[in-house]
Structure formats: structure tokens, C-alpha cells
């Protein structure tokens, strides 16, 4: 079984997206609002009636936190990490991860990012100008 098909019922749709290199998050039919992480409900009206959408992969830096230690075994050879969160251009927030980003890249809220996959998880980088 692949990463997709073992994780919640409810999200195999985006996993499975995401493998393929596609960000989809859930909009509620009734209020319009787009929302991440997927439910089965919105979570602003409670209304069952959500569909997939198709993510443009642009976003903003919201907030960000660089990581310089962690004890999970998943972590130890990926540090310093940036644990980040970013608004996407269709409203939601979403917990991520920045990467590529150099010793020198100087983060700060509002900077321009772009969705790519790291073994089927979606990720950020900064866009530079």
C-alpha cells in the first residue's frame, strides 16, 4: 500500500492528488468558502455539501518557525527545518514546510510561495522576485 491509501478515509482524494502533484482543497457549495484541512463538513457553516477544488499553489507566508531541534527519528536528518504556515491565494491556511531555502534567505510574513511535492506531501518555497 502506498502513503495515499493508509491514511484517512476522508482525505484519500487529496492524498492521492498530492502524489500526482496536485493541491486540491475542499468549497462549501453553500457559503463559498474554501477550507483545508479536508472534511467531510464545512467548517464555517457545518454544511455537508463541500467539493474538491483544484489549488492554484500560490501562496503567502503567514508565520514560521525555524527548527533546530527535534527527537522523532522522521526529523533527525532534516534539520534545521522552517515549520511554516501559509495562506493560500484561495483563502485557506495550511501547516507546511518551507524548503529551499538557503542560510541566506531572510523570511518575513507576506512573501510570496509556491506549492511543489516531496515524496507525495505538499511543500513551499519562496518566490523570488
Not at 491514511?7 to 468558502?33: H, K, Q
Not at 455537508?48 to 518557525?65: D, F, P
Not at 527519528?73 to 495550511?94: I, K, N, S
Request: with cysteine; glycine share 8%.
Amino acid at each position: 500500500m502506498d502513503a495515499a491509501t493508509t491514511r484517512d478515509p476522508v482525505a484519500r482524494t487529496y492524498w492521492e492528488a498530492a502524489a500526482a502533484g496536485r493541491l486540491l482543497i475542499r468549497r462549501c457549495r453553500d457559503c463559498g468558502r474554501a477550507h483545508h484541512y479536508p472534511r467531510d463538513f464545512c467548517p464555517y457553516c457545518w454544511s455537508e455539501g463541500v467539493v474538491w477544488e483544484t489549488a492554484s499553489g500560490a501562496g503567502t507566508l503567514y508565520t514560521w518557525s525555524v527548527v533546530h531541534r527535534n527527537d522523532l527519528p522522521a526529523f533527525r536528518d532534516r534539520l534545521p527545518c522552517v515549520a511554516a504556515v501559509v495562506e493560500l491565494a484561495e483563502g485557506p491556511r495550511m501547516a507546511t514546510e518551507i524548503v529551499e531555502c538557503g542560510a541566506g534567505t531572510a523570511l518575513r510574513a507576506g512573501l510570496a510561495t509556491r506549492v511543489l511535492f516531496r515524496a507525495g506531501v505538499p511543500v513551499f518555497r519562496v518566490e523570488h522576485p
